[in-house]
């Protein structure tokens, strides 16, 4: 009687049995669903090549994964979703262009969608432009945000917070890699930051007793001998030529600076009358430094301008061997010969450059680059110009 009264009904030792054989089941099922969603969120995906998708400013990682399905680089987006809702994760999802790469699974693409490793674009400012080539470029580049179209070079320069103040030689040239859609002000401000820095350590470097006393002052030598310099290795005997004059108080009778005074009058030659008309950058007409850069400076100029090659000569002139180098004079005299000399071989390659052929027929406007000026003489007062 004790033992029948301590025994469970039957009835419920079987609904026991059958609960716990219903557990096992589900337990057996949840493990099966779990690993199976594991799976397909660390499984290499479809997708044998590389892929694009733009991920906007808050976008759901359902819609972008379903995306991503659509586009065969994920296999089951819904068992994605499934898996980040069962580990109680959020991925925060950071707008832009992401080129995913073949055979990424679920997890490195959330991976790179929360660590916003987005797809850089490229944008090359080359050293010598002008700051309107700057402008140019990022006005015709289709991966910018454009805030400043239309404003002028004092307005782009309020809008950045640098009211009043010149930009020509304050942004440095270099290789801006930047996310779609980065807006052009973001581009500059870098541009503005990495000058400022490159010329503070320049400036820190500088050679004693040089004949001017600013950094810049120093940006402006450093403009004109990136705009005369077609050599790297001709970089501080130019800026030494140029020292030296100042310190003998002559004029620097730099060609680029008469072209950049002359701006949308420059027909592509230098004509005497240029060298006769004063402008505040005519350095022929005017001594001592122009009042401002005439160009974007590399570091290398920089550096010459701070650090100049003084060897007593005072005069250069193109040599005319197609090199991009010049002839460095320490007199008039000797710089008369180099002129000549140059003359010489410019009348013998016009001979014996082929007749004209007709001009074709006008091209179709490209995408502007900003590159350096061709190569021009730079006579530091030879009197050479037609």
Known sequence: MADGAARAPLWLRRAILAAAVTLAVLMVAATLVHDWLRREYLSPGPAAAASRIQVEQGSSVRAVLARLEAQGVVHNARAVVWYLRLLAEQPRMQAGTYEIPPHA?????????????????????VEGSTFAD??????????????????TP???????????????????PDTYRFAANTADAV???????????ELAAAWAARSPKLPFDSPTQALILASMVEKEAQLKSERRRIAGVFVARLRKGMRLQSDPTVIYGLGAKYDGQIHTRDLLTDTPYNTYTRAGLPPAPIALPGRESLMAA???DETGELYFVASGLGDGAHHFSKTLQEHNSAVKAYLVRLRQQRAAAPAAAP????????KPTARKSPPRTAPAGSGTHP
């Open 306 to 308: 701070v650090q100049p």
């Open 359 to 366: 001009a074709p027929a006008p091209a179709p406007a490209a």
């Open 105 to 125: 699974s679920p997890e490195q693409i959330i991976t790179m969608f929360e660590e916003g490793k987005v797809l850089l674009e490229q944008l090359t400012v």
């Open 154 to 172: 004092a307005e782009v320069m309020t809008a950045l917070g640098h009211a009043g103040e010149n930009p020509e030689g304050r942004f440095f």
């Open 134 to 151: 700057f402008l140019e470029l990022l006005a015709h580049e289709p991966d910018v945000t454009h805030t400043l179209a239309g404003k």
């Open 187 to 197: 581009i500059l401000g870098v541009a503005w930051e990495k000058m400022s820095q």
